[in-house]
């Protein structure tokens, strides 16, 4: 059943970035196309990618424009906070100033909460999917943490920059982060002065955004530092370059001397061949397999990619769409991240996103992808790092929530209103009622053992999950079918098989 | 409403024999250690190392502090501490929020190991950590963590494990299985959270997820779910039992790290097989505004530590109990321009029992006066390594470690 991987030898590097023949097309390519740049691959969206092509589907997936909606609350505290908070640091009655701080920070963290929830809905539903899958690749190579930025806008801001960024060059989009508020906050730029440096951001910027450990020089990281002096944030949201705070000095970057700025920096950094690599490397890992992948097809790529001036759309296409993506060895092996097992959870279930934010948010902590909290700097491992038997009884949880009976009664206050909201936004539908279990009952037990493992689960597992669920569900037009189905889909989407993408 | 099985033999059994040769890869080992399955006998005295993480890179200068040296003082001139110091001996002392280490040091059951580091230093968090977790030199990559090389080489042959009944090699608090923990070999490996329940419903699709979980696995990820969540399983209904009932004899903080040690001291106190035990406390990252965060940190560490301490000792579980911290890296002597300090090098650790001999070990590091300048270290960290290997965990460190490092006698 394992399958080798390619190497240069059977599988040739001029061949491996070519897009994949449309003889090879099919409902088992499409599946895994599907799964692995977006969430699930139900049905539907399998007969409408069949129609096209993966590369078009790329196309209209990533096309620049695409805006998460910001809250009326979300756009007030913006409008106020910059005021609010100067009025705050004046106020000297230590008492009344502490009052005001606490009162900032509630809101901030009550609006960052409704964020993260918008944030579930908006890449729940099919169309965004691929792209949010996207942003989320590129927060955790920019990554900003939300326990230490904590203001709601700046983190906001940051994303929508991230997913605008997807349609840039790569260089580009490094600039933009480098004027990115969250991250001047987040990397200590706004400390790095001529005088007295903070060697924070320029240390990852090499290490974690463009070229990896080992690529440059305790020196080189000393020098661009100080390129990237005067970075600051005005009134909260606004970047400027201070020009007094500017090192105006020439400094050394990989051998070269000049009196470079940031973005010379960054252009300068893009000229290693280590750029040409390091993201293919991190595309990689989150989207294709865990294993290395021998450096000849990184390199070939790199080279294609620095041939196009490092374009993100370049590269995601040509990724996406090559015969090496598809390649049988890195099917249906790559463990889900949390917000891929619950957002896929909720669109093969063909479910909304529940409406309550301690539910939605906390459970997302547990299985270890806090929204916009990474562990620290260099983000997510992803892969088999989620999985450990804390991890795992979250997700179990969280798939026997979906199952559950809503007890309106012992919701609170919060929780009451939240839900009349979803209704009334027709997003009531969170979880799998016995009427819609019933409703499959019509089909005989290997039909319904054969529909689930098919749309449910990968290639490997499906002919002995088959022979199992068929037994659990028994005659479907007996006494407890219905319980007996609920058993059984419960424990597919728990299984072993359900998590792996 | 069939009750879910207990212990891992009463998996097997419950799942009738033959279905287990489906396991691929599991079921050897498996089937091999249900053949031989007894219940091991509780060993009430073997010794157990706990490890605490500081996250971050723990400023050392400013946790154990040098206040006779004016160098010290001019390379810090808003950081340097002065008032409020604990001190160690004539030049020494240290931070003012440690005064429940200070206790235990008073005590002789806290060593101080200063000055640990090891050639060549890698100032990035995660090349760092990972060099620590490891136990490499600073230019060998390396996947498997020391302990996880302890578990290969120590655990694998021993009687119980071969028990289907064993409790997990190692326990972490956390979402992340520390690299410290990753082998070779695969050995049963269990995270709990700092706080809050594990509880599961009891429903008929519990049964039916066990019935799935038998089915036959054979590609990678997919075997290494289905062994995990075998593990989970039973260690889950078990630890469950122990933590809700325990009664600690200590008032731990609320803070996480004490929580989490909280656990850790239940555990130990059930007579848990597991030798190890990791948690970690995040934040020590101080580029800005150091002297209030280090303050709280160091607070949280010593208030947390000093409570498991005497938890263990109201257990009499003290002497079989030793405690050890370790961080990526020190801070760079010379604070920057954001009342916080940038990655160093070398720091000190800490080592807590009632079996440590205690007191200052290896030198002090030695300040210079150019400001971009680090520290040397003086002890290699894998010296300590091999100390608790050698002498606490009684392995052979230099299998493990690959070398022979001197040995810093703390115990």
Not at chain 2, 151 to 178: Q, R, T, W
Request: hydrophobic residues 35%; aromatic residues 10%.
């Amino acid at each position: 059943m394992n399958i080798v991987s390619p190497t240069p030898d059977t599988f040739a590097v001029k061949d491996a970035w070519k897009p994949l023949p449309m003889g090879f097309w099919d409902m088992g390519t499409a599946q895994h196309f599907l799964r692995r740049v977006g969430f699930s691959a139900t049905p539907e969206a399998v007969t409408s990618v069949l129609r096209s092509s993966p590369g078009a589907y790329i196309e209209t997936a990533y096309r620049a424009g695409a805006v998460l909606p910001r809250s009326e609350d979300l756009k007030t505290f913006t409008d106020e906070a910059p005021a609010r908070y100067n009025n705050m640091y004046r106020v000297k009655d230590a008492e009344e100033k502490r009052k005001l701080r606490q009162e900032l920070q509630r809101e901030e963290n009550e609006l960052f909460r409704s964020f993260a929830m918008d944030w579930f809905h908006y890449a729940r539903e099919p169309e965004n999917s691929a792209r949010e899958k996207l942003v989320m690749f590129l927060q955790d190579i920019f990554v900003v943490e939300q326990q230490k930025i904590k203001d709601p806008q700046q983190l906001y801001a940051m994303q929508q920059m991230l997913r605008d960024g997807t349609t840039l060059s790569y260089p580009e989009l490094c600039k933009r982060v480098s004027r990115e508020p969250a991250m001047i906050r987040y990397l200590d730029l706004d400390k790095n002065t001529a005088h007295k440096p903070n060697e924070n951001f320029a240390r990852e910027l090499f290490e974690l955004f463009i070229l990896g450990e080992g690529n440059y020089t305790e020196d080189d990281i000393k020098e661009a530092s100080r390129a990237f002096t005067g970075y600051r944030v005005m009134r909260r949201y606004k970047y400027y370059q201070a020009k007094k705070l500017q090192d105006k000095t020439d400094k050394t970057v990989f051998g070269e001397t000049g009196n470079w700025n940031g973005d010379d920096v960054i252009d300068l950094t893009f000229k290693r061949p280590a750029a040409r690599t390091f993201l293919i490397r991190e595309l990689v890992k989150f989207y294709l397999t865990e294993e290395a992948v021998d450096e000849a097809y990184i390199e070939a790529l790199g080279e294609q990619w620095a041939n196009h001036q490092f374009s993100l759309p370049y590269l995601t296409k040509t990724f996406f769409e090559s015969r090496l993506f598809f390649h049988p060895a890195y099917r249906g092996n790559m463990v889900k991240s949390p917000v891929h097992f619950h957002i896929g959870l909720c669109q093969d279930l063909r479910l909304d996103v529940a409406p309550f934010q301690s539910r939605v948010l906390r459970g997302m902590a547990t299985m270890g992808q806090a929204f916009y909290n990474p562990p620290n700097v260099r983000g997510w491992l992803y892969g088999e790092y989620w999985i450990n038997s804390t991890t795992i009884s979250a997700r179990r949880q969280l798939v026997d929530y979906l199952f559950a009976n809503l007890n309106e009664k012992r919701l609170n206050g919060n929780e009451k209103r939240a839900l009349s909201a979803a209704r009334e936004a027709g997003r009531g539908n969170f979880l799998v009622t016995n009427e819609r279990l019933k409703q499959v009952l019509s089909l005989a037990s290997d039909d319904l053992a054969k529909h689930f493992t098919t749309y449910f689960i990968t290639e490997p597992s499906r002919a002995n999950y088959s022979k199992s669920l068929k037994k659990i569900i028994g005659d479907t037009a007996s006494d407890g079918a219905a319980r007996r189905v609920r058993s059984a889909i419960i424990a597919l989407l728990q299984s072993p098989a359900y998590n792996l993408s | 409403m069939q009750n879910l099985p207990l212990t891992r033999r009463e998996f097997v059994r419950g799942a009738g024999g033959l279905g287990f040769l489906a396991f691929s890869g599991v079921a050897p080992a498996f089937l091999a250690r249900s053949a031989m399955a007894q219940t091991p006998a509780p060993e009430r005295d073997r010794s157990i190392l706990v490890i605490v993480q500081l996250a971050g890179g723990n400023d050392g200068l400013n946790t154990v502090i040098p206040f006779t040296d004016d160098r010290y003082y001019n390379l810090r001139p808003t950081l340097g501490l002065k008032n409020n110091l604990l001190e160690l001996n004539d030049d020494l002392a240290l931070h003012p929020a440690c005064q429940p280490l200070h206790e235990l040091y008073g005590e002789g059951k806290l060593s101080i190991v200063q000055n640990v580091g090891y050639p060549n230093p890698n100032r990035s968090h995660f090349r760092s950590t990972e060099i620590w977790e490891t136990g490499s030199d600073s230019d060998t990559f390396q996947r498997e963590g020391w302990l996880g090389r302890y578990f290969d080489n120590d655990c694998s042959g021993s009687p119980e494990a071969e028990s289907v009944d064993a409790d997990p090699a190692a326990i972490h608090v956390g979402d992340m299985i520390p690299q410290t923990y990753l082998s070779l070999d695969s050995h049963s490996l269990f995270g709990m959270k700092p706080y809050g329940k594990f509880d599961r419903g009891q429903d008929p699709a519990d049964l039916a997820y066990e019935k799935l979980l038998q089915a036959d696995h054979i590609e990678g990820n997919a075997s290494y779910l289905q062994h995990t969540m075998m593990n989970t399983l039973v260690t889950e209904r078990r630890v469950e039992k122990i933590i809700g009932r325990y009664k600690p004899q200590a008032s731990y903080p609320g803070t996480k790290l004490a929580q989490s040690l909280k656990r850790v001291a239940a555990l130990i106190h059930a007579d848990m097989e597991t030798r190890v035990y990791f948690v970690s406390q995040g934040g020590y990252d101080t580029h800005a505004n150091q002297l209030n965060n280090h303050q709280r940190l160091l607070t949280e560490l010593s208030t947390s530590m000093s409570a498991f301490q005497k938890d263990l000792t109201a257990h009499n579980k003290d002497d079989q109990v030793m405690t050890m911290t370790f961080s990526e890296f020190g801070r760079r002597p010379a604070e920057n321009g954001s009342g916080g300090t940038d990655h160093g090098t070398a720091a000190p650790l800490f080592v807590m029992g009632s079996q440590v001999k205690g007191g200052l070990l290896g030198q002090t590091p030695e300040l210079v006066t150019d400001a971009t300048k680090d520290l040397t270290y003086s002890t290699d960290f894998r010296g300590v390594y091999s100390s608790v290997l050698d002498k606490w965990l009684e392995a052979d460190s230099s299998k493990i470690l690959g070398d022979k490092y001197e040995h810093v006698p703390f115990v």
